[in-house]
Nanobody, 119 residues
Framework: QVHFVESGGGLVQPGGSLRLSCVGS????????MSWYRQAPGKERELVVA????????NFADSVRGRFTISRDDAKKTIYLHMNKLKPEDTAVYYC????????????WGQGTQVTVSS
C-alpha cells in the first residue's frame, strides 16, 4: 500500500523559513521522481516543485522559483521542501506524491501539512 506522510508545517512570519518532510512507502522510492504540491483554501491543488530520481530539481512553479528548493534522501525514503522568504500567499496545505509531471498515486494522498504565513 502506497503511503505518504508529510510533516514540518506550522505558523511562520512573512520572510521566514520552514523545512517540510515527506516519507513515501509502498513503492520503489529511489527510482521515482517525487513532487511537492499545495492546496490553498478555495483553490485547486498545484504542483510546487519536483525532483528527479537522480536528485535534480525540476518543474518549479513560477511563484516559488528562487525561494523554494527540494532535496531527497533515498536511504530515508524522504523528500524535503526548503522554503525561504515565505509570503502570505504560500499559505496552504502541502502534500507530496511520486512522479514529476503529475501524481503517480492520485488516490493515495497523505494528510498533508499546514503552512500558514502570517504576522
Amino acid at each position: 500500500q502506497v503511503h505518504f506522510v508529510e510533516s514540518g508545517g506550522g505558523l511562520v512570519q512573512p520572510g521566514g523559513s520552514l523545512r517540510l518532510s515527506c516519507v513515501g512507502s509502498g513503492f520503489f522510492f529511489s527510482t521515482h521522481a517525487m513532487s511537492w504540491y499545495r492546496q490553498a483554501p478555495g483553490k485547486e491543488r498545484e504542483l510546487v516543485v519536483a525532483i528527479s530520481s537522480v536528485g535534480g530539481p525540476t518543474n518549479f512553479a513560477d511563484s516559488v522559483r528562487g525561494r523554494f528548493t527540494i532535496s531527497r534522501d533515498d536511504a530515508k525514503k524522504t523528500i524535503y521542501l526548503h522554503m525561504n522568504k515565505l509570503k502570505p500567499e504560500d499559505t496552504a496545505v502541502y502534500y507530496c506524491n511520486a512522479g514529476g509531471l503529475g501524481p503517480l498515486y492520485p488516490n493515495n494522498w497523505g494528510q498533508g501539512t499546514q503552512v500558514t504565513v502570517s504576522s
